[in-house]
């Protein structure tokens, strides 16, 4: 405008002449409404918003046969669906504007339920119908949601049970619900209908933290983190059986079949017992009747090594899935403690974590991670060995046939070689084993590589 100015001054227009053409141009009304249309027609519409394409997170990456692939993640409930005619708002004051309201007071000043969101997710445990529940500490409560529709409730602290710091959870095939709490150094037990039944452990629990259960041998194991042992209730008569474990060490064993702050459990399809043993950066194995096994895994950031193991799951096939809550990464192994991919760093995006601690996988194959600094819940699908096996020979498949396609025929006066394969040949020109067949295990690929 300075230069517009400058330049009708020079014209011999006065600076008066030019400021009352500028206000005529400015407050016509005709002019206004013209301008206004010119640039309502040349707006460009919104692009729409663009999702994220998940897929492309799956583990280990093409062109190996994946073995586990991202689904969704949860942190909060989900909003209500909004009225076609929405009732009006009152107007915010000029201060609410200024300082600005946080959403739980704009819920409360307008009248709705506000929602809850999670804040440090531990334990999970999945139902019969598939309904998710995830125990968060300083929120004081219990999601439990269907990962289908993120419907969400909750199991309240006050309202439906007392808790102070809640950590494990566990389910049984009647869909009772154990809940470990670490403050009041207690099991309580809720029925399928989320009413609360009872309690057992006080005396004997000591800053109780992980839960897992075997339906089989009905057996309840609790993770007793502050007196370095595994404690096996009868999960029916919540009698204490067996303890697992030398107390009183104040966290300084490391011997075989001894822990150190031990935070959370799991069982196989045999009964057998995984055990993250936290401060001692492995993973012992102990046999239904409390004998034992074998331990794997070492202090330190390469394949196959700990910085603060924490959650532990089995999977149908029977590997070993582990949580690092320093690394930030999940590592499967064998049951014998051979590793078989690594996967995660610190992060926001799919598979990464900040502050990694629980962890699930239910009877739909579905893998579930806790994270305590993000607030949030990651699902994954596990691709069994039987689906790998199967695309394994769809692919060998489909190589035959392009092989066979792409190859000349030859010309018919030319002799055929025999189609006999001597056992000299056969043994000369057969693939490896490892090649013949899908692999029955996860392959090993991603992250864990130092």
Known sequence: ????????????????????????????????????????????????????????????????????????????????????????????????????????????????????????????????????????????????????????????????????????????????????????????????????????????????AGLAIDNENRFLYAANTGTDQILVYDADSFKLLRKIGVPGKDHTLTAPGTFSKPTNVAVDKDGNLFVADTLNDRVEVFDADGGFIRAFGKNGDGIGEFARPKGIAVDRDGHVWVADAMLNRLQVFTPEGQVLLGFGGFGEFPGQFQGLTGLFIDSKNRLFTSEQYMGRVQMFRYVPDVDARAEFERRKAEAGKQAAESTPAAPASVAQPSTEVTPEAQKNTAMPAAAQEAPAAVPQQGSAAK
């Open 1 to 208: 405008m300075f230069d517009v100015c400058q330049k009708s001054i020079r014209g011999g227009i006065t600076t008066a002449v030019v400021f009352a053409l500028l206000a005529a141009t400015w407050t016509s009304p005709a002019l206004a409404q013209k301008k206004n249309k010119t640039a309502a027609a040349a707006a460009p519409e919104p692009a729409p918003v663009k999702r994220m394409d998940t897929s492309v997170y799956v583990w280990p990456p093409p062109p190996a046969i994946p073995r586990l692939k991202y689904l969704d993640y949860f942190s909060a409930q989900k909003p209500p669906t909004v009225a076609a005619t929405p009732k009006a708002e009152k107007k915010k004051s000029w201060m609410d504007r200024l300082a600005g309201v946080s959403q739980q007071e704009a819920d409360r000043k307008a009248g709705r339920t506000p929602l809850f969101q999670l804040l440090t997710p531990y334990g999970m445990a999945v139902d019969s119908k598939g309904i998710l529940y995830i125990a968060d500490t300083k929120v004081g409560a219990i999601f439990v949601v269907n990962p289908e529709t993120d419907d969400t409730t909750l199991i309240k602290n006050g309202s439906d049970a007392k808790f102070g710091h809640i950590f494990g959870l566990a389910i049984d095939d009647s869909d009772r619900l154990f809940v470990s709490d670490g403050l009041y150094n207690h099991v309580l037990v809720f029925n399928a209908q989320h009413k609360l039944e009872g309690a057992f452990g006080e005396g004997v629990m000591n800053d109780v």
